[in-house]
């Protein structure tokens, strides 16, 4: 074990996926979005970063209603759902080799859909954007699907530092009180020049866990 922070325990296998060209997993995504809970997003802001973990098991039991007792309480009190989407498959262990990030924006009753790769994961984004909305009690008034055009990545690895790097920026915007006045369009926006360079992405993560050990 390399770190246990809070309910995340890093390993040194998750460690290595950080490197440069390696597929970072979802133990490295749910330590980034641990961090952001605590030190980062206010106690006031209603922002939800569901883990990995926690979106494969909406994605794939069969009745959502049986996961309710597991869920965070009272999601529809949340303004903004950080949902990080994979495209793995049931009962194969993590298998996934692609990460999207899907966002729930509650003002704009919206999905928004980030892929580094264009349409890569659109099917189970759909899927875990329809689960959502089972779970959230939508049924009646189902919430749009809005694909972003999203930077895209230059390799087959760089996915999980996108999905990060996005959150960062989406977080920081949704928690500044000089962006209280941003329409929709333009909070949810994202140019590669509004994100983080992937090799900082990975090599800041690096620095943070040798930090906190």
């Known amino acids: 074990m390399l770190l246990h922070y809070h309910d995340v325990v890093i390993h040194e296998h ?16 749910a330590f980034h979005q641990e961090y952001l809970d605590r030190n980062v997003i206010p106690d006031s802001a209603k922002i939800l970063l569901l883990r990995p973990g926690m979106v494969e098991l909406i994605v794939h039991i069969q009745d959502v209603t049986y996961i309710s007792s597991a869920l965070p309480p009272n999601l529809n009190h949340y303004d903004a759902l950080f949902i990080p989407v994979s495209d ?11 990460w999207s990030l899907l966002v729930f924006l509650k003002r704009s009753h919206a999905f928004y859909y980030y892929d580094s790769m264009g349409e890569s994961n659109i099917a189970a984004a759909r899927l875990t954007a329809r689960r959502m909305i089972a779970i959230l009690g939508y049924a009646n008034q ?24 996005i959150t960062d920026n989406l977080v920081q915007r949704m928690i ?5 006045g941003l329409t929709v369009e333009r909070l949810m926006h994202i140019e590669k ?21």
């Open 14 to 29: 998750d460690y290595e996926t950080l490197e440069d060209k390696q597929w970072m997993n979802d133990t490295i995504l």
């Open 88 to 98: 793995s498959r049931p009962h194969a262990g993590f298998s996934g080799s692609h």
């Open 142 to 165: 189902p919430p749009r699907f809005i694909h972003m055009n999203t930077p895209h990545q230059a390799n087959s690895a760089d996915c999980g530092a996108y999905v990060i790097a």
């Open 176 to 180: 500044s009180s000089s962006s209280s």
């Open 193 to 213: 020049s509004d994100i983080r360079a992937v090799k900082n992405v990975r090599k800041e993560l690096r620095k943070l866990i040798q930090q906190l050990r």
